[in-house]
């Protein structure tokens, strides 16, 4: 099992600056680079690598990523994934080049297919339509019917949440989330904004006082729990839409002199690297995040070897990890 400590000795610093930068604690003054390392090696520990038969042809692979380092790391979601997209080409020893929408043409006309993640305008969905490449989207639907998708069970993945809060005597229940810094960016809603919503007017639990959207990040869920308490508005348990939203919510109900789980019980989604290490460790959706980069590769090697033009989704299933950020009432 890996601790703390295997990351601290890995990446040089103490097991302490590995904990407060694993739970998005933006008072720590380190530096960028630093706090990027320790993501990546706490990924990479626990990264398991497959033995897959490999494509004999070696490729030239675009990766395009709306996602910025610094926004990485701020949800670490994407850049777990990106880490296995590069390890998968790496492994399979294909050529990979980092596209951007000001990539010339010629540059992507030199490339056998693409791999794009992040969140998406219609815009910039029709720029990489336009690059007319085998293209495969991790975790957003282009539109298109040529390109391929490998997304989350969603409807699974908040089903499963919402019944551990309803298992447990929860009748009061909210949700923090939903939504990119920026409306303009995206291209969907948040799927598990929508089933959330559904599921629980199906319960008849639904109560729009408990709910507040926001951008997946710490800040904006410290804020918005903050806001829920000052409102008087405060559920017994609060479905994060991310876990960095989880450790901002953390972060708030200690300032507020709250006890998790005893006063609130947080569910987040992702099950990032750091939610184990959380106090008390957080209860959250495992995505399989790692198999979504690799297999991303491995979905579009066959679409350019078999010379596919009919595009799949993929549904990935996700794991509820109960641990005791959740109490029985």
């Given at each position: 099992?890996?601790t703390?400590?295997?990351i601290?000795?890995?990446?040089?610093v103490?097991?302490?600056?590995?904990?407060r930068v694993?739970?998005?604690?933006?008072?720590?003054?380190?530096?960028?680079?630093?706090?990027?390392?320790?993501?990546?090696?706490?990924?990479?520990?626990?990264y398991?690598?497959k033995?897959?038969?490999?494509?004999?042809?070696k490729?030239?692979?675009?990766?395009f990523?709306?996602?910025?380092?610094?926004?990485?790391?701020?949800d670490?979601y994407?850049?777990c994934?990106?880490?296995?997209?590069?390890?998968?080409?790496?492994?399979?020893?294909?050529?990979?080049?980092?596209?951007?929408?000001?990539?010339?043409?010629?540059?992507?006309?030199?490339?056998?297919?693409?791999?794009?993640?992040?969140?998406?305008?219609?815009?910039?969905?029709?720029?990489i339509e336009?690059?007319?490449?085998?293209?495969?989207?991790i975790?957003?639907?282009?539109?298109?019917?040529?390109?391929?998708?490998?997304?989350?069970?969603?409807?699974?993945?908040?089903?499963?949440?919402?019944?551990?809060?309803?298992?447990?005597?929860?009748?009061?229940?909210?949700f923090?989330g939903g939504?990119?810094?920026?409306?303009?960016?995206?291209?969907?809603?948040?799927?598990?904004?929508?089933?959330?919503?559904?599921?629980?007017?199906?319960?008849?639990?639904?109560?729009?006082?408990?709910?507040?959207i926001?951008?997946?990040?710490?800040?904006?869920g410290?804020?918005?729990?903050?806001?829920?308490?000052?409102?008087?508005?405060?559920?017994?348990?609060?479905?994060?839409?991310?876990?960095?939203?989880?450790?901002?919510?953390?972060?708030a109900?200690?300032?507020?002199?709250?006890?998790?789980?005893?006063?609130?019980s947080?569910i987040?989604?992702?099950?990032?690297?750091?939610?184990?290490?959380?106090?008390?460790?957080?209860?959250?959706?495992?995505?399989?995040?790692?198999?979504m980069?690799?297999?991303?590769?491995?979905?579009?090697e066959?679409?350019?070897?078999?010379?596919?033009?009919?595009?799949?989704?993929?549904?990935?299933?996700?794991?509820?990890?109960?641990?005791?950020?959740?109490?029985?009432?």
């Amino acid at each position: 099992m890996v601790t703390i400590k295997n990351i601290a000795d890995k990446a040089k610093v103490s097991p302490a600056t590995v904990s407060r930068v694993l739970n998005h604690d933006d008072s720590l003054n380190v530096k960028e680079t630093t706090r990027k390392r320790i993501f990546e090696i706490a990924e990479e520990l626990e990264y398991s690598r497959k033995n897959t038969k490999k494509i004999t042809k070696k490729l030239k692979i675009g990766t395009f990523y709306s996602y910025s380092p610094e926004e990485e790391l701020e949800d670490p979601y994407y850049l777990c994934i990106r880490l296995a997209i590069e390890k998968k080409i790496k492994q399979e020893g294909h050529k990979k080049s980092v596209l951007s929408l000001n990539t010339p043409q010629d540059t992507v006309n030199s490339l056998d297919g693409v791999i794009c993640t992040g969140t998406f305008t219609k815009d910039m969905l029709k720029t990489i339509e336009g690059w007319n490449k085998p293209t495969v989207f991790i975790d957003t639907y282009s539109g298109t019917p040529q390109s391929d998708t490998i997304t989350v069970d969603y409807k699974g993945a908040v089903q499963n949440i919402l019944d551990e809060f309803i298992k447990n005597g929860h009748s009061k229940i909210g949700f923090i989330g939903g939504a990119p810094e920026n409306p303009s960016e995206s291209n969907e809603e948040d799927s598990r904004y929508i089933e959330f919503c559904d599921y629980l007017k199906k319960k008849g639990l639904y109560n729009e006082n408990y709910i507040k959207i926001c951008p997946y990040k710490a800040k904006y869920g410290r804020f918005l729990f903050k806001e829920l308490y000052d409102e008087n508005n405060l559920p017994t348990a609060i479905f994060a839409s991310n876990d960095s939203v989880a450790t901002g919510i953390y972060r708030a109900a200690y300032e507020l002199g709250l006890d998790i789980p005893n006063d609130i019980s947080v569910i987040g989604f992702n099950d990032i690297p750091g939610a184990k290490y959380m106090i008390p460790p957080l209860t959250t959706v495992r995505v399989y995040m790692e198999f979504m980069g690799e297999h991303a590769v491995e979905v579009l090697e066959h679409k350019i070897k078999d010379g596919r033009t009919i595009g799949v989704k993929v549904l990935v299933p996700t794991k509820l990890y109960v641990r005791d950020s959740v109490r029985k009432i």
